[in-house]
């Protein structure tokens, strides 16, 4: 009996570091995969919250919808100037700086209300200021030369403006961190081009 029973132990005992001979790779590996997956089903949801910048309040909304398409009169409004003859180079170069710099934010703006599955213009009506009406922007179309430069940088001065008072609300009242940084670019550029404009009119 304790002959058959030490056999059968070290039968065992074999079986056991056989396979722990065998397989150290294979649990290691296992072991790996598991860390691994464990790992990526903590941070995944992390990283994703962050790449999403998905936190927000109404005025973000409200700064993004109408912040919107006051960049894009502002386009419109370089394009008619840039088109134009004989309009004063430092005026023409200022239309091409606000295209570069207002097109990119056209386009984050776009981005953001998509992330936050809201439209890109606003069902109430929310009144802009600086915006031109459709008269205004015949006028400036219609000018020419020297005149029509400075239409456009009275024009664009009112403009600006407006732009700037809707990025002080944003920075007192905004939640995403995103739009809020964008906000003060736009007081901070924006105001600077304004005094750059008055000492273009008075150049004129």
Excluded at 51 to 71: C, I, K, R, W, Y
Excluded at 186 to 201: F, G, H, N, R, Y
Aim: aromatic fraction near 2%.
């Amino acid at each position: 009996m304790r002959t058959r029973l030490a056999a059968t132990t070290i039968a065992a005992a074999a079986v056991i570091v056989g396979a722990a001979a065998c397989s150290p790779n294979e649990e290691a590996s296992d072991a790996t995969h598991d860390m691994s997956s464990m790992s990526a089903s903590h941070e995944a949801p992390h990283s994703s919250q962050a790449s999403a910048g998905t936190e927000h309040n109404e005025a973000d909304v409200m700064f993004a919808q109408m912040m919107l398409p006051h960049h894009e009169q502002a386009l419109v409004m370089s394009d008619i100037i840039l088109a134009k003859p004989g309009v004063p180079g430092n005026v023409t170069a200022l239309a091409k700086r606000i295209k570069d710099a207002q097109g990119p934010e056209i386009d984050k703006l776009k981005s953001w209300l998509t992330a936050w599955n809201e439209p890109t213009h606003s069902s109430m009506d929310h009144e802009m200021d600086g915006m031109l009406s459709e008269d205004q922007i015949a006028q400036l179309r219609a000018a020419q030369g020297t005149d029509a430069a400075r239409l456009f940088l009275t024009q664009m001065i009112e403009h600006h403006e407006g732009a700037v008072d809707m990025a002080k609300e944003e920075i007192a009242d905004g939640k995403n961190t995103d739009a809020v940084e964008m906000a003060r670019d736009i007081a901070d550029s924006q105001q600077s081009e304004i005094d750059e404009m008055k000492a273009m009119l008075k150049g004129l």
